[in-house]
Every structure is written in C-alpha cells, then in structure tokens.
C-alpha cells in the first residue's frame, strides 16, 4: 500500500492503524498543512512526519485536527505540537480526555486503572488544545478549500466528520471511528462503542452524507459508504441478537455475559480486547434496557441482567 494517498487535488490520507488526513492549502510561500489525527504514539508521528517530508516542500504544520480524543487519534499531538508549534484543535467534549489523558483508561476500566492500562496505547501524552470545534463550524482557507464539522455521535463523547471540499466541489469525508472498514469489522465484530443508539444512528446519517471519498480511521478509503455502514449495522444488531438470547436463557451479570458473548463470537479475549469490549458490553446494556428489552435485579449482592418477555 502507498504510503500516502491522494483522495482529491490536495487532500490526502496516509494509510495505517489509524489513518491520518492531509489537507494542503498553497500559497506564495510553500505550503500550510492541516493533519485530521495525528497517530498513535510519537513514533507514528515521526512515520508521518518523514512522510510528509517526503512528499511535500517548504511546509509549515498549521494544525492537527483531531476527530476525537483516544489515544490512537492523538498520540502524535505533543510530538507535532512541541516540534512544530501547530495548533491542536479538539472537539469541545473532548477536550477533558486529552487535558486529563488519564481518563481514557479510567473510563474502560471503571476506575482507577491498571498500570498495563497506564500507557501510550491508552494514555496519549499531554498536549494541549488551542481551538475547539464545534459540529457545523466551517473554516475557508485563502485558496477556496473548506472544512466542516459534521456530528458523529456514538463512537465516544463528541465525535466530529470532517468534510473537506474544494472550490469546484469534489469532497473527502473523514469519518473518524464513525465507521469501520469491511475488513476491520469483520476481524473485530465489537469495535468500542460508547452509546449504542447513536452509533447506529450516526450509521444512517453516514449514508446520506454525499462525498467523493469516504475515510474511516481504521480500514480504507471507499468512494461509497453504503455497504461499509450496513456491515457495521449487521455486526450491532447481531450482538444486539446475542445478548438477548443469553439473557433469555438465564440472568447474567455483565462479567458472565462478557464471558457468553465472547465464547459466541469466537473471541480469546487479552487485557485489552477485556476492558475495551467489556465497556461496550456495558454501554449495550444500557441501550436494551432504555430501549425496554432487558432489565435488572439485585440479587445476593448481584447485578443480575435478564430479558424482558
């Protein structure tokens, strides 16, 4: 795979476990560079950086723009931040995650972390945000190019798209973990999910957004999104479908039910796959029971989920 992309005339995506955008915006004295996330850990951020390098002259770092605040999507923000000075724009829900980093893992975790969870993979070093972004905000650069922010609800607390157009109308959306790709979602059927109602929502949003590119973080860039967004459709529903049938079964504490919906999918879960899926687990009980589909009792010092008949 290349190393860097072009989608449309200066709007880039360089491939990796999370893809990062470039937007180029030309004047008399080089070339302004906008990042839409800048990796996982400083040593995705100096990958990129080479990249950059290689493919670019008399560039300047004007900003990371981050879709939202996991570790993976701004683990590279301090390095550019300190190397470069570029500003760090963050939505505004997200902007606790990144200022207090120890958050993330705390929020998986449901408490004080583990100190396995105490590190770059969950804990993206410091860097501050200089700007927040808002969902419908519209930036115009002096070259006709544009950027707006469009809602993606679900994923975590604030998630925002970016819809970059230019002057004659060819567009590039980048859909954050809005969307996963056909091959992600089929290694892993249970991405992180925060709420399950507006990651299925945000889904059908995604089909009605019209662009010339789709990008979502993990996976590759497609020029339709359809198909993409019904795979991932079909994977929530179908855990949705698990959970039901267990729970119709027999009353189950969350741990127990982590347990049953991993053995279902075939899943040998790890520290991480534990704590990541065990909170989206967590967030679909809350959805099934909002929804009506499941309840729950205290029992013998238990929180004992059931189905609803």
Same mark, same amino acid.
Request: charged letters at 20%.
């Given at each position: 795979?290349?190393?860097?992309?072009?989608?449309?005339?200066?709007?880039?995506?360089?491939?990796?476990?999370?893809?990062?955008?470039?937007?180029?915006?030309?004047?008399?004295?080089? !070339?302004?560079?906008?990042?839409?996330?800048?990796? #996982?850990?400083?040593?995705?951020?100096? @990958?990129?950086?080479?990249?950059? %390098?290689?493919?670019?002259?008399?560039?300047?770092?004007?900003? &990371?723009?981050?879709?939202?605040?996991?570790?993976?999507?701004? #683990?590279?923000?301090?390095?550019?931040?300190?190397?470069?000075? +570029?500003?760090?724009?963050?939505?505004?829900?997200?902007?606790?995650?990144?200022? %207090?980093?120890?958050?993330?893992?705390?929020?998986?975790?449901?408490?004080?972390?583990?100190? /396995? $969870?105490? *590190?770059?993979?969950? &804990?993206?070093?410091?860097?501050?945000?200089?700007?927040?972004?808002?969902?419908?905000?519209? *930036?115009?650069?002096?070259?006709?190019? @544009?950027?707006?922010?469009?809602?993606?609800?679900?994923?975590?607390?604030?998630?925002?798209?970016?819809? +970059?157009?230019?002057?004659?109308? @060819? !567009?590039?959306?980048?859909?954050?973990?809005?969307?996963?790709?056909?091959?992600?979602?089929?290694?892993?059927?249970?991405?992180?999910?925060?709420?399950?109602?507006?990651?299925?929502?945000?889904?059908?949003?995604? !089909?009605?957004?019209?662009?010339?590119?789709? *990008?979502?973080?993990?996976?590759?860039? &497609?020029?339709?999104?359809?198909?993409?967004?019904?795979?991932?459709?079909?994977?929530?529903?179908?855990?949705?479908?698990?959970?039901?049938?267990?729970?119709?079964?027999?009353?189950?504490?969350?741990?127990? $039910?982590?347990?049953? &919906?991993?053995?279902?999918?075939?899943?040998?879960? @790890?520290?991480?796959?534990?704590?990541?899926?065990? !909170?989206?687990?967590?967030?679909?009980?809350?959805?099934?029971? /909002?929804?009506?589909?499941?309840?729950?009792?205290?029992?013998? %010092?238990?929180?004992?989920?059931?189905? *609803?008949?």
């Amino acid at each position: 795979m290349a190393d860097i992309q072009e989608l449309i005339p200066d709007v880039y995506v360089i491939p990796g476990g999370t893809n990062v955008g470039v937007v180029r915006i030309k004047s008399e004295s080089g !070339c302004a560079l906008y990042l839409i996330d800048s990796g #996982g850990s400083e040593k995705d951020a100096r @990958k990129i950086e080479t990249i950059l %390098n290689a493919h670019f002259t008399d560039w300047q770092l004007r900003a &990371v723009i981050n879709t939202h605040s996991h570790a993976d999507h701004s #683990g590279g923000n301090a390095y550019f931040a300190e190397k470069t000075k +570029c500003g760090i724009w963050m939505p505004y829900l997200e902007k606790g995650s990144v200022e %207090n980093t120890l958050l993330q893992p705390s929020i998986a975790w449901g408490g004080f972390p583990l100190p /396995e $969870l105490r *590190v770059p993979y969950y &804990v993206p070093a410091y860097a501050e945000p200089t700007h927040i972004i808002r969902a419908e905000d519209c *930036v115009e650069f002096s070259d006709g190019k @544009k950027i707006r922010f469009i809602a993606l609800p679900g994923h975590y607390f604030e998630m925002l798209g970016l819809m +970059c157009t230019l002057p004659d109308g @060819k !567009c590039a959306f980048f859909a954050g973990d809005a969307v996963f790709g056909k091959k992600f979602i089929a290694k892993f059927s249970i991405p992180f999910m925060f709420d399950v109602a507006s990651f299925l929502d945000t889904l059908k949003k995604l !089909c009605s957004i019209s662009a010339d590119w789709y *990008v979502p973080s993990h996976g590759d860039a &497609v020029t339709r999104i359809d198909e993409t967004a019904e795979m991932n459709q079909i994977a929530v529903l179908q855990t949705i479908s698990c959970i039901i049938k267990i729970l119709k079964k027999k009353p189950h504490t969350a741990e127990e $039910l982590l347990t049953e &919906v991993a053995n279902a999918n075939g899943i040998s879960m @790890k520290l991480a796959q534990y704590v990541l899926i065990g !909170c989206t687990l967590r967030s679909f009980l809350t959805c099934l029971y /909002e929804k009506g589909h499941i309840t729950y009792e205290i029992a013998d %010092n238990k929180m004992l989920w059931k189905a *609803v008949d």
